[in-house]
């Protein structure tokens, strides 16, 4: 059983800045890349932010120069910095793991998703 649970969330002014935390555990056998996505009341979830497990990155143009995501694998986590925060950054924030795991028997691959932590910006 794999598990991804986020921290970090919460309300903050426009200008402001929060930093997302995503911590991977259980039978990890490999991660490949991870990311952030967020889902405003309304609107469809839509990636924010992800990372390969080289280290490369990619980010929706609305968070460029604003966001950076980053990982530490020895910790199997992920993370979102957010500065420069604005309102319409409000939204449920994700994270996302493209994970191997299971034992040497039984290994499979598959996206996994943390439960959300809630983001308001306030103007």
């Known amino acids: 059983q794999v598990q991804l649970v986020e921290s970090g969330g919460g309300l903050v002014q426009a200008g402001g800045s929060l930093r997302l935390s995503c911590a991977a555990s259980?039978?990890?056998?490999?991660?490949?890349?991870m990311g952030w996505y967020r889902q405003a009341p309304g609107k469809q979830r839509e990636l924010v932010a992800a990372?390969?497990?080289?280290?490369?990155?990619n980010y929706t143009d609305s968070v460029k120069g604003r966001f950076t995501i980053s990982r530490d694998n020895a910790k199997n986590a992920v993370y979102l910095q957010m500065n420069s925060l604005k309102p319409e950054d409000t939204a449920v924030y994700y994270c996302?793991?493209?994970?191997?795991?299971?034992?040497?028997?039984?290994?499979?691959?598959?996206?996994?998703w943390g439960q959300g932590t809630q983001v308001t910006v306030s103007s």
């Open positions: 996302n793991a493209n994970i191997r795991a299971g034992s040497i028997l039984a290994r499979s691959t598959r996206d996994y």
């Open positions: 259980g039978r990890i056998f490999s991660i490949n890349a």
């Open positions: 990372i390969t497990s080289g280290g490369s990155t």
